[in-house]
C-alpha cells in the first residue's frame, strides 16, 4: 500500500494507477490463443484512450479499434501505424470519412449500404472494407448492450449480404465483422454467430 500513498501524495485523488507488465502479460496470453493463425488483434480504445497505455499494447503487436477522431488521435500520439488502425462504428458522417481518409486509415468496417454509397462518393479506392454483418444471433446479454439480433440496427443481414456485393463489386471488400453485443458470459452465442460468419466467407471467398 505504500506505493499507492506516494502516488496519492505526488498526483492527489482519484487517480488512475496501470500495472505496464500486467498489461503485457494480459496481452501475451490473448496472443498465445492465435499462434498459428494470421491475424491482428485491436484493442478497443473506447475502452482506455490513454496513450501511454495504447502504446505499451502497441509494443505488443497490437492494433487499434477506433470509433472517434478522438480515439484516432490517441492511436496516433501513442505511435500506432494508420495500417495497424481499424475504423468501427455505425453513423460515420462525411466530414469524418475527410478526416480519417486524411489521416491514412486503411482498414474501415462498413455498417450498411448507406454508408457504402459514400465512401463510393469519395473514390475511397485504397481502403480495405470489412461489411459488418447482422447474424441474427441472440446474445444472451442485457438488451440495451446486444447487437446481434435482426431487429437490431447493427450490420447488414447475411440475406442481403449477396445484394450488397453485387452492388458495390467496384469496391475493394476484402471481408467481413461481426459484433453481437457486451458483456456475454455465454460461449455459445459467439460460437454461433462465427459459424454463420464463416459459412458466408466461404460462400463469397474471403478468407
Given at each position: ?5 506516494k502516488?496519492?501524495e ?12 500486467t ?5 501475451r ?8 493463425l494470421e ?5 478497443a ?5 490513454n ?10 503487436g ?24 481499424v ?7 462525411e466530414e469524418?470519412?475527410?478526416?480519417f ?42 438488451p440495451?448492450?446486444?447487437t ?14 449477396e ?28 460460437v ?16
Open positions: 500500500m505504500e506505493i499507492f500513498e502516488i496519492a505526488k498526483f492527489g485523488t482519484p487517480t488512475y494507477v496501470y500495472f505496464a507488465d498489461i503485457r502479460e494480459r496481452a496470453k490473448v496472443l498465445e490463443v492465435f499462434e498459428n491475424v491482428l488483434p485491436t484493442f480504445v473506447k475502452a482506455n484512450g496513450p501511454v497505455l495504447l502504446g505499451i499494447l502497441r509494443d505488443a497490437y492494433g487499434m479499434d477506433v470509433v472517434t477522431p478522438g480515439e484516432l488521435i490517441a492511436s496516433e500520439l501513442a505511435g500506432v501505424s494508420m495500417n495497424k488502425i475504423w468501427n462504428g455505425n453513423g460515420k458522417t469524418e470519412m475527410k478526416f481518409l486524411a489521416k491514412g486509415v486503411k482498414m474501415v468496417n462498413v455498417d450498411s449500404f448507406e454508408e457504402m454509397e459514400l465512401w463510393r462518393k469519395m473514390k475511397a479506392c485504397d481502403i480495405d472494407f470489412f461489411i459488418r454483418v447482422n447474424p441474427d444471433v441472440d446474445p444472451k446479454t442485457h440495451h448492450i446486444s446481434g439480433l435482426k431487429k437490431h440496427k447493427f450490420g447488414i443481414p447475411l440475406n442481403s449480404l445484394d450488397f456485393l453485387k452492388k458495390f463489386s467496384d469496391m475493394n471488400v476484402v471481408g467481413l465483422h461481426v459484433h453481437i453485443g457486451s458483456q456475454i458470459t455465454e460461449v455459445s452465442p459467439f454461433e454467430a462465427l459459424s454463420k460468419v464463416v459459412e458466408a466467407s466461404d460462400k463469397y471467398g474471403f478468407k
